[in-house]
């Protein structure tokens, strides 16, 4: 990897130095330093990052939360310095405070360059506070005087301009940490070298979170908590490697939006210049080659989102039978006028299946998971991590309504996607692996005997009734952006 100067739209950069074929793990990065949401913490280890029912709490400071005495253990060289600032506190200052005081620690004790394969230092990285505004300065300010608070008197003592530097750096760099399954974002880190890593709304690379082995009795065999950067597709030697900050599923309009408000540049690249897709992601059903007017989508449109703001409040509330009554009504309205790639329909149907899966509805569920996949096979990348998580929902989705042959492929697609964007080690790839022979096992004697197949899957069901579902979260909860931001 080389770092190269700012040519584009953000500093720094990372060039590849050979070539890169899809799938290929380009660098793997520990954090200098993480820590769980503050909504999170009694759920969560603060070790491991596994999400665990009972977890013990650890008995000088009562808040960090383990899972056992291996896991405080092995996080009790973070923890050390922590433990005793809160005790002396007197309560828990938040997750920001936090994760700089952590930062800072590690820093005042191992130095800037934490290892051989750090390419930056955390001196070197952007912190952008001239470019904040005014309410986001204001929060910012009340952190800075209450991590002066918090800080110990007997730990080394910094400048304002460093704490603020490095508050200013976990503001616009910190990645969010994932749970062991990369299900749900549990936490955030600061990773240095990802720092560089560009962004492109339709990226070469994507980043995830590996846990490594932290389930052994000795912590001399864990193995850390590092990020991936994994390449979607083939790289050439000296090509920019690039991620996205931001879900591609936005309009142009609305990617560049967030990234001037959130990371502080302006995009320039080839989708967001070209608006590439921006049509169909509004635009209307062509059937016989007959379209709707302007003017019948825009309604439509306009309808679909006022629908999806009632159905959000609905969500929120757990009353799911009135989120189904209400995406029924909007998607016999709207779906004989918009297209099948047209972002607010996709919402609709993603949301019709996630919760009617929830509630039981198998068959339901399954029609709108396909048809949520097939319009994010018109808009995603081939290799999407997104794409690959909504197959396999939908791949479970179709096999819990008995629909072998549809859930075996729909599962093997995912699999290919997740061996890219997660590798063949990922629990996530394991549990698809076993899916997928699973399903694969069912296919055969499906195809033998349809009729033994279904009377051996109903006694089953029966004599090990399938357990529900989670409930379901909203999508900014999902995997969706990976970019920790405060707001």
Not at 39 to 58: A, G, M, N, V
Not at 200 to 225: E, K
Not at 295 to 310: I, S
Request: with cysteine; aromatic share 8%.
């Amino acid at each position: 990897l080389t770092i190269h100067p700012p040519d584009s739209q953000e500093p720094g950069g990372l060039k590849a130095t050979k070539e890169f074929w899809a799938g290929d793990v380009i660098f793997s990065e520990a954090s200098i330093s993480a820590v769980v949401f503050d909504s999170l913490t009694e759920r969560i280890c603060h070790s491991c990052f596994r999400r665990q029912d009972k977890l013990q709490r650890c008995g000088q400071c009562k808040f960090a939360h383990y899972c056992d005495r291996t896991c405080q253990r092995a996080g009790w060289a973070e923890h050390k310095q922590e433990c005793s600032a809160i005790k002396a506190y007197g309560s828990v200052p938040n997750e920001n405070i936090r994760l700089v005081a952590r930062i800072m620690w590690r820093v005042d004790k191992d130095g800037s360059l934490l290892s051989d394969t750090q390419l930056t230092t955390l001196e070197e990285l952007e912190d952008h506070i001239a470019d904040m505004q005014e309410d986001e300065l204001k929060e910012f300010k009340v952190d800075i005087h209450n991590f002066l608070d918090y800080w110990p008197r007997t730990s080394k003592q910094h400048t304002i301009d460093d704490i603020s530097h490095v508050f200013g750096v976990i503001n616009c760099n910190g990645f969010t940490v994932s749970d062991q399954r990369g299900l749900q974002a549990v936490g955030v880190g600061l990773f240095p070298n990802l720092c560089l890593v560009n962004h492109d709304c339709w990226p070469n690379c994507t980043v995830i979170l590996n846990h490594g082995n932290q389930s052994a009795v000795n912590t001399l065999f864990h193995s850390q908590r590092r990020i991936e950067l994994r390449s979607l597709g083939k790289i050439a030697e000296g090509e920019e490697l690039t991620v996205s900050y931001v879900d591609y599923m936005n309009l142009s309009e609305e990617r560049q939006r967030l990234l001037k408000t959130q990371y502080f540049f302006d995009c320039t690249c080839e989708h967001c210049k070209n608006r590439i897709k921006d049509d169909i992601k509004l635009g209307g059903k062509v059937e016989d080659g007959v379209k709707p007017s302007e003017e019948q989508v825009k309604e439509a449109t306009d309808y679909c989102f006022q629908m999806l703001e009632k159905m959000d409040q609905a969500r929120l509330k757990g009353d799911y039978h009135e989120v189904v009554k209400i995406c029924r009504d909007a998607i016999e309205k709207t779906e004989p006028i918009l297209a099948d790639t047209h972002i607010y329909l996709l919402r609709m149907w993603s949301t019709m299946s996630e919760v009617q899966a929830y509630l039981q509805y198998f068959d339901e569920a399954a029609e709108y998971a396909r048809k949520m996949v097939d319009g994010y096979m018109k808009l995603y990348h081939s290799n999407n991590a997104a794409l690959g998580m909504a197959a396999m929902r939908a791949g479970v989705t179709h096999w819990q309504a008995g629909q072998i042959e549809v859930g075996h492929g729909m599962i093997c697609k995912a699999y290919a996607i997740l061996m890219v964007t997660h590798g063949p080690t990922h629990p996530i790839t394991k549990d698809l692996e076993a899916m997928r022979m699973q399903t694969e096992m069912e296919l055969r004697m499906f195809k033998q005997n349809e009729y033994v197949y279904h009377s051996m899957r109903e006694a089953a069901l029966k004599n090990k009734p399938m357990t529900m579902m989670h409930e379901p979260k909203s999508m900014e909860e999902g995997i969706k952006n990976l970019f920790h931001r405060r707001k």
